[in-house]
């Protein structure tokens, strides 16, 4: 049996989407269609580090954020040990790739709170990977080194999201009408994405409509490139799984590579 995973990238909302049955009910979907992981690596927009950081195994869930019910902050996810995958995941790394094993770090809500609606059962083993870098050729490189993990049987998510302009937001309702420049650069995203464009999507600073107001800041963008680097042909055309949707007027648009 061939068990090599697809790469995801997926948009990971704040911890209310895990009371959003609309867009819970698409990642259960999403997750219940693809082939089970042996284990799962994820990068998410909340943990920026340098050099490349690992999570450590049953150690405390990270809460950053405020402003939310207080049963977010009571939420569990305690995942088996992770620790061969972050052996496996040092040593795909070159020296010029530095990678440090952290001994107190628990997974972010931008890891735990898709995960938890994905793979509710929290019984395959999760490792989040800091991003150390936002520059796309970099994260591209990185996503190239871990994709044979994916012959392991081993998922990786990229977890941000594709428009993130949260400062420019005029309404905080699930249901708000997207802003124009969140969908003026998701389409173009699409775009670019249906053509398998790497060097477009790259060049987002300078060429994406919505800029700078999509992404004042390009952590949610940047673990897309992480994703794309794993692909099995970065250029090829992935699968846009969740597409043409808004949660609070920002993009959902959510990909699977081969």
Known sequence: MNDRMPALYIGHGAPPLLDDPVWSAELKTWAWNLPRPQAILIVSAHWESAPIALTASNVPLVYDFGGFDPKYFRETYATPDASALAARVAAAMPSNEPVH??????????????????????????????????????????GKRLQPLRDEGVLVVGSGFLTHGLPFLKE????????????????????????????ELSAYAGRAPGMPYAHPTVEHLSPLFVTLGAATDPGAPGDQVIRDEYWMGLSKRSLQVA
């Open 172 to 199: 905080f309702r699930i249901e708000a009408k997207a802003p124009g420049w969140s969908v003026d650069f998701d389409r173009w995203a699409a775009e670019a994405l249906e053509r398998g464009d790497v060097d």
């Open 101 to 142: 094993q952290h001994r107190s770090r628990g997974l972010d809500h931008g890891a735990w709170v898709p995960l938890k609606i994905m793979y509710p059962e929290a019984d395959i083993p999760v490792l989040q990977m800091s991003l150390p870098t936002h520059d796309p050729a970099r994260l591209l490189s990185i």
